[in-house]
């Protein structure tokens, strides 16, 4: 018996169909001789936070059900680049790699998954920095114009305490709802602050000549 592959398609919109990724990546199983336990297809953006059949898929690898996790490109797996390394680091700690269709193997367990997660990590955390600069960026800007920072009416003296802690998590790449059930907040209160934060944001670039 071959070893197990779990197929993931996606597509961004509902005018878009998988079909054409299914038969390509069965095609592609049976030519490798995977034994494919299961399809999961799912409609939505790459940077939607709720992905039930991406979810299902972890699921297989937790419970020690698949070996292989086949997709056409990593971009339909992965949210974002941190969230593509965390994902491939806990698929492998079950022993799970991820292989997409042009051969490419991300398998953490060889010497040469190990050089692609360090080049996705540096990718990462460079792309994490650019966000936390561009937030101090914004904060130094709009307290130099004189802008308030603190707390204005309407909102909630935790909300605003916990706002810096909030914003470097989703930095991080970390969900909403993994965030609100980390320091106790609801995901609208974790949702209100990023959304007060982007419309500052906007303010601001609004603001400069």
């Not at 597509?11 to 878009?16: L, R």
């Not at 419970?63 to 491939?88: A, H, K, M, P, Q």
């Not at 700690?93 to 998954?113: E, N």
């Not at 920072?149 to 909630?156: A, I, K």
Request: glycine share 8%; with cysteine; charged share 30%.
């Amino acid at each position: 018996m071959g070893q197990r592959a779990a197929i993931y398609c996606r597509v961004s919109t509902a005018d878009q169909s998988c079909e054409r990724q299914q038969r390509d990546l069965t095609a592609y199983a049976n030519r490798a001789g995977y034994e494919v336990v299961g399809i999961f297809t799912e409609t939505g953006s790459g940077a939607k936070l709720d992905r039930a059949e991406r979810k299902r898929v972890i699921a297989l690898a937790q419970r020690r059900e698949i070996d292989i996790v086949l997709v056409t490109e990593l971009s339909r797996w992965g949210r974002s680049t941190l969230d593509l390394l965390n994902t491939l680091k806990d698929l492998e700690a079950r022993g799970v790699s991820v292989i997409a269709m042009s051969g490419m193997t991300f398998d953490l367990a060889t010497s040469h998954g190990r050089m692609l997660a360090t080049i996705i990590a540096g990718i990462a955390e460079f792309e994490r920095e650019l966000i936390q600069e561009r937030i101090r960026s914004g904060l130094a800007l709009a307290k130099a114009r004189g802008k308030l920072l603190g707390r204005q009416s309407g909102h909630r003296p935790k909300s605003d305490r916990m706002a810096p802690k909030v914003l470097a998590l989703v930095a991080e790449g970390r969900s909403y709802r993994w965030i609100a059930r980390d320091l106790s907040l609801s995901k609208n209160t974790v949702n209100d602050i990023v959304k007060r934060t982007k419309a500052a944001a906007a303010l601001l670039m609004g603001d400069m000549p």
